[in-house]
DNA sequence: GCCAGTTTTGAACGATTGGTCGAATTAGAG
DNA sequence: CTCTAATTCGACCAATCGTTCAAAACTGGC
């Protein structure tokens, strides 16, 4: 934690609670791999700039000049958590676009897919979402893209059913598919698992909404 | 700006270009007001945690003391910026719950109140969304209280649109709120004032999506 | 049980931060 | 102009930050 902002009454939460006689720590193999996992999670719920290199040290079990031998920075780690993201989101959005199948089906497939990674990988997307600011240079340049890139993936969808009439005309794909993304993206911030819809019921429901609305 | 984390090749951005011979600064009348509305500003842009003191006075054209006089805290601030959110988002809603209307005029009036706001307020409203985690103390947990009551009411138009069977009843009230309410959401991401569309347009076509759905 | 390579420690660094405070400045009323 | 209160300055503080690095500790192969 170490908030960068302290109030006059010190909220200070317990950190070092564990500690028995003889085993200390959890203490998984420290790897890089390991490293971005528990930083995503801390980035997520305390933020980027708020979070110290000491902060993910003691999550892990380690000081935090450990975290340089498996790492070049804090911010990195920060990239390696977009790359995680990236990495399970391109490809099998791609697959779906380019399967022949109907734009309905794409669209179907394509919500739940995002759905899916927004609330399984729920700590990484929010801070894909939250934290991009803290990215610079060509980096950030290349995130801002394939972020892009993959909004266009969607606008394809809703474009390629406009033509075989399908979809409505009138409508703009590009704001429709912002507003699926946002509708999709959203979850991360109300969505706990082991709620009452696991992420494929709640993919049937945006879907269904999206295609053919709420009124009866 | 001045980033927690510098990478090798500072891209330091020319700050306090305009220095000409006599007028230093633009400098507006400090007050709380405009400490308020710079600071939500440069949140948006770089986040609560980036941003020092320094940064929102220098952006004021004043020594980081003089707001001091103005401000309790670096955290009142952030407070204060919650705090215009929510004055200008929930009294609108609330009068729109309670008129007397159907619920899709209610729905319609309810996303156009809540589209425009996210692109008229983009600064605060994305501030608002992604800093909560910076909130401590009984003022964090009356914002979350807040914030869900603000969405429960999107909830309440639904489920009075199913009891007067206009809306399907097969839907659950809650996931189409918090459905709608990331699409509108999310337009602080990539809306843009000055665009091709205006934020009633906007409002239009996410209207006739969720009412009637994308297929034709 | 020794050795080389890998991994972690712990202390130190320079920089920056939020916050404080008395002195200096400004503004307005009389 | 004068006096007072409101406002701002500018120097300062303690804490925390990201980062570095030599030394220590651990590791597996021989």
Known sequence: MSEKTRLDAPPRTNRKVE??????????KLSQR?????????????????????????ALGVTKGALYYHVKNKEEIL?????TVLTVSEEPLRRIVEA???PVEKLR?????????????????????????????????EIATRKKAYEHLFELIITEGQQINT?????????????ILGMCN???????????????QIAEMFSGL???????
Chains 1, 2 share one sequence.
């Open 186 to 200: 959203w979850l991360s911030e109300w969505y706990r698992s082991g709620g009452t819809y696991k992420p494929e």
């Open 109 to 141: 497939r394509a919500i739940l897919h995002h759905v899916a990674i927004a609330a399984d990988r729920s700590p990484a997307m929010t801070v894909f979402y939250r934290e991009d600011v803290h990215l610079t240079g060509p980096f950030a340049r």
């Open 19 to 28: 500690k028995s006689e003889s085993t200390e720590r959890p203490r998984l």
């Open 210 to 216: 999206v295609e053919s609305g709420i009124e009866v």
């Open 34 to 58: 390991a490293i971005v996992a528990t930083a995503a999670d801390l980035f997520a719920r305390n933020g980027f700039g708020a979070t110290s290199l000491d902060d993910i040290g003691v």
């Open 100 to 102: 022949e199948i109907t």
């Open 79 to 83: 990239k390696l958590v977009f790359m």
């Open 167 to 179: 979809f409505k005309p009138s409508l703009d794909p590009k704001i429709v598919a912002f507003g």
